[in-house]
């Protein structure tokens, strides 16, 4: 059977880029950011359309899943207005994109696919608008099961814990079991073979493989700073004032190395900035580059994000990378999907020499 999905709030293609390494063709992704164009187009086989969810109609996904047997609809709504990194936690829903799950609601009410799944970050399962997603949903007679993961036990070298919801028309979907508890994918194994580099300047064989200049006081502060550690290492003269405070003492991983044999910290849209996280490289006194980060989230080496004609812009490059779902993760929503799926019995035929085949 023919399997077909399309991918709202895309971004740079790594749902996608995961799912269609599982065996589902992605006939196209969604997204209001059109600085995503280039790499999700390059990377994958799919057709990226610029355009706000809000006008998306279910005639438009129904027009594009056209002909296959199985139509599938996923989205990583973004998670700004429901992560924990979220400064206003009481006025969270004013947000933007508080909305946004509201508007794939809708879609999904219009064009009623097969198969649904729709990844975010845990704290959302504690609001109101995703009780109403889950509500719609079981209101359209699908079967819905959702989990809380740490990519970490899919092979992703990161702490990152993603809240995964999957519904069917037909059966219960679950994602499938762990494939990584026994050992974590490591730091070391995912970067320790890329060149080394200093803090700003671009490798000559990877334009990507590039991260942040750095003040002399911060230069300072990695260089007093242990893999694993915190702030707490450095001599007393280094110590910010906030991190005296009480209201700062509690954050010890900010302006922190991480440790080669274990995972990364969740890489988010600031992991090239030394002072927003434990975004420190184990060794190299620097920041993470714009290709380690990459790695970290699981994009192939060769992932290309911009175009050769294009200047590298470290803000924007990074934010569609920490934005972005891992694609190994979108693998293992893939493998989930068509695990679920009805298997055709296959018809044994008698071959000349009297043996069997399948």
């Not at 198969?115 to 889950?134: A, C, G, Q, R």
Request: proline share 4%; glycine share 8%.
């Amino acid at each position: 059977m023919s399997i077909g999905a399309v991918d709202l709030f895309c971004g740079v293609g790594g749902l996608t880029y995961g799912l269609q390494k599982s065996g589902i063709k992605v006939v196209a992704g969604i997204d209001l950011d059109e600085s995503c164009k280039y790499a999700f187009e390059h990377n994958n086989n799919s057709k990226f359309i610029h355009k706000s969810v809000d006008y998306v109609t279910g005639k438009d996904i129904k027009k594009l899943l056209r002909g296959y047997d199985v139509k599938i609809l996923v989205g990583c709504a973004p998670c700004q207005p429901f992560s924990s990194h979220q400064k206003d936690k009481k006025n969270r829903h004013n947000h933007k994109d508080w909305s946004l799950l509201y508007q794939f609601a809708r879609i999904i009410t219009e064009c009623k696919p097969h198969i649904i799944s729709m990844e975010n970050v845990p704290e959302l399962e504690k609001e109101k608008v995703f009780t109403d997603f889950v509500n719609t949903l079981k209101s359209l007679n699908y079967n819905v099961s959702y989990s809380i993961v740490n990519v970490a036990n899919y092979g992703v070298a990161q702490n990152r814990r993603r809240l995964i919801l999957l519904a069917s028309k037909k059966k219960i979907i679950r994602l499938i079991s762990p494939t990584h508890t026994e050992k974590y994918t490591t730091v070391r194994e995912v970067i320790g073979n890329l060149p080394a580099v200093e803090a700003g300047i671009t490798c000559p064989t990877d334009r990507l493989h590039v991260s942040s200049s750095l003040k002399q006081i911060n230069l300072k502060r990695i260089k007093a700073s242990k893999p694993n550690g915190t702030w707490r290492d450095w001599p007393e003269e280094l110590i910010l004032k906030c991190h005296k405070k009480d209201t700062g003492k509690s954050y010890s991983s900010v302006y922190g190395r991480m440790g080669w044999d274990g995972l990364s910290p969740t890489i988010t849209t600031q992991f090239t900035s030394y002072g927003t996280g434990r975004f420190g490289h184990p060794v190299q006194n620097r920041a993470l580059t714009l290709r380690e980060g990459a790695l970290l989230q699981s994009f192939p080496e060769n992932y290309s994000f911009v175009s050769n004609n294009d200047d590298i812009c470290l803000k924007s490059i990074a934010r569609h990378i920490g934005n972005a779902v891992p694609p190994r993760l979108g693998e293992i929503i893939g493998e989930s999907i068509i695990n679920s799926l009805p298997k055709k019995r296959a018809k044994k035929e008698t071959m000349d020499n009297g043996k069997q085949r399948i």
